[in-house]
């Protein structure tokens, strides 16, 4: 039997998007979707974190999991630049957990989501005899603009930029893990979606640049070039380079788990004008949209200039 890969099965759910009721904003495909309710837009994300696929409970302490558990949510509420309104949280623990650590399991989550201002409000317990497994759904409501931004809607000839830097997400580098430790980038996509102009679209990038950009430009309808040499590459992937031998560019661009925003910018007239940084985190044009055309929806111009194509499905190492 054929894998199942997840992008095939998302595609079978898109696909069947056209029969929702009117009171849906945002079906299945975004990274939240919403519903009007008396009036107003409710945004809603869940995420499951699991023991051995997300996160290694061997060698990651307990807090780390816990505040990971909602962090990661928070980047979806980001993209969305959404503001989280609650949290309720589902967890299954191996039954040989222990009290204990379940207490400072849910005192982490708990704290995180009370940090930013996304309180905890319910959820449900189970036992089991499988690994952790954490599914945090989390509420919001669209920024003050009044104006959520979603993956479609970008155009040919924007900018698209990142926020902060870009690879190694899994390595160590002086105490910190990325993955682990990211800050989800809230403060920044509020403050984008009251840009002039804003965004046209957005996403988070948790499955690594190349896949990410290839669902915002599948959703919009359009193409990207990126560009290798543009690329904000972080401490972690130029260490994670000198360990593996990959190119650190390559590591911006294929490594999972960065939780940075990915976004489309309208160029104004002669060149956009790029704000720098937005709440302390820088802000790089990395690329520009282009036509879909017939060819690859994504490619990469190299570091020496040549243009090659990215996968739909993401990064094909090709030994550089
Ligand atoms: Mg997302």
């Known amino acids: 039997m054929r894998a199942m890969r997840e992008n095939d099965l998302h595609q079978h759910i898109f696909s069947r998007n056209t029969s929702l009721p009117e009171r849906v904003t945002l079906g299945p495909g975004d990274d939240m979707g919403g519903v009007r309710i008396d009036g107003g837009q409710v945004l809603v994300t869940v995420d499951q974190l699991a023991d051995g696929v997300h996160v290694d409970l061997r060698h990651t302490p307990l807090e780390k999991v816990g505040r990971k558990a909602i962090t990661r949510n928070l980047s979806d509420v980001a993209a969305m630049a959404a503001v989280p309104v609650a949290a309720v949280v589902a967890v299954s623990l191996p039954r040989d957990f ?43 409501r669209p920024p003050a603009s009044g104006r959520c931004l ?34 989800p ?5 509020w403050a984008l979606a009251e840009a002039d102009p804003p965004p046209t679209a ?63 910018l309208p160029t104004a007239g002669a060149g956009p004008s790029l704000p720098g940084e937005i709440e302390g985190v820088p802000i790089t044009a990395v690329g520009q949209v282009t036509a879909a055309g017939n060819g690859p929806r994504l490619t990469l111009r190299r570091p020496d200039g040549q243009v090659e194509a990215l996968s739909e499905s993401g990064w094909e190492h090709r030994g550089s």
């Open 202 to 264: 957005m996403i988070d990038l948790s499955d690594g640049l190349a896949s990410d950009l290839a669902r915002l430009c599948g959703a919009s309808g359009v193409g990207a070039e990126l560009w290798a040499d543009r690329l904000p590459i972080s401490p972690a992937a130029r260490a994670a380079s000198e360990h593996d031998g990959r190119a650190p560019w390559v590591h911006a661009v294929a490594d999972g788990e960065d939780y940075e925003l990915c976004f489309a």
């Open 98 to 140: 222990g009290e204990a650590r379940a207490n400072t399991l849910f005192d982490v989550m708990r704290d995180t989501a009370s940090h930013y201002d996304c309180p905890l409000i319910g959820g449900d317990i189970s036992m089991w005899d499988h690994p952790l497994l954490i599914a945090v759904t989390i509420l919001a």
């Open 150 to 183: 979603g993956r479609q809607g970008a155009r040919v000839g924007d900018v698209i930029c990142v926020t902060g830097w870009l690879g190694g997400s899994l390595h160590a580098l002086e105490g910190r893990v990325h993955h682990l430790d990211f800050e």
């Open 185 to 189: 980038r809230l403060r920044t996509a």
